[in-house]
């Protein structure tokens, strides 16, 4: 197998990322585990990274969608008002961990953080209003639409969790403690283990169908690029507070990702087995991989999830 050339795959633009295979985004993870950037590093990533939502052409997309199944478009819409609701609540959320940040290179870091993830949620909405079709006015209206309904693992997570760590940051910056756990729920569990699992899959799935011209390959495998610098600037984090700490910080960390477990598989767990196994996959090779690679970020930050 030719090795993979990360340094065409970091400055690919969205074109290009359409011959791109996700395996090979997220090996950028594995990358940074063994060679760890700094946060400046991430940081002038993010400058080369740029893409726009408005350069993402959905034509080909909207051909598909007219002529999708009744179950192939349940499928989707199941995966991408997780994704498209999930973006908008972190980007919601992200601001008190600016404001808490421990050093100024994390502070810089976390606000290009904070634009991205805008950029994601503006993302889904062109993809709603283009492919899927909406008559929302505005996105406060087609948020309300598409929020994910019944799905109680996702609910604790990005409804009470999440806006509960935040409000915890933003009524005391100077708590690390809650930053630890705040980049322990938003970082590992949210955006490395769920996030980019399921867009791992759903990626893999147009790849085996032969839709990489797509915009929405494209753009996802954007989406999964910055988040695996996301992902990475998590796990300096958690590496450098274990460093520092390991009696306070390694506790805090476990705490936080066993009272999460049960959520992650919550969240991943769809509606209709079908909307999986349909596309040549099964819902417990996807949790398998969640878990692996969280097992992964973890013996890069230095703790064990063995009680
Ligand atoms: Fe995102
Ligand atoms: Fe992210």
Known sequence: MMAVDLDRIGRASLKELGD???????????????????????????????????DIDFSLDRQDWLEATDLERKAT???????????????STLAPFVW????????????????????HTVFFEK???????????????????????????YNILFYDR???TAQRLASNPRDFDAFVEGVTLYHIVIEAT?????QRF?????????????GFYRGFTAVARDESRHVNFGIKVLQDAVRENADRYAPLIQKTLVECLPLITGTLDPPDPRYITEFGHTESEIVQFAFDSLNKRLR???INLAA
């Open 77 to 91: 819409l199941w995966s991408h008002r997780l994704f498209f609701n999930g973006e908008e609540r972190v980007t």
């Open 300 to 302: 890069a930050i230095g």
């Open 202 to 214: 759903e990626l893999e799935s147009m790849r085996e169908q032969g839709l990489t011209e797509r």
């Open 127 to 153: 993809w709603w209003r283009e492919v899927a079709g909406t008559d929302s006015r505005d996105m406060t209206e087609l948020l309300k639409e598409i929020r994910p309904e019944a799905n109680e693992g």
């Open 194 to 198: 769920i996030a980019l699992t399921g």
């Open 20 to 54: 791109i295979r996700i395996d090979d985004v997220l090996s950028f993870i594995d990358r940074g585990i063994e060679n760890m950037p700094s946060y400046m590093d991430l940081y002038r990533r993010w400058e080369a990274q740029q893409w726009s939502v408005g």
């Open 162 to 164: 999440l806006p509960a």
């Open 100 to 119: 808490a940040a421990p050093s100024p290179e994390i502070e810089v870091f976390l606000s290009t953080q904070m634009v991205d993830e805008a950029r």
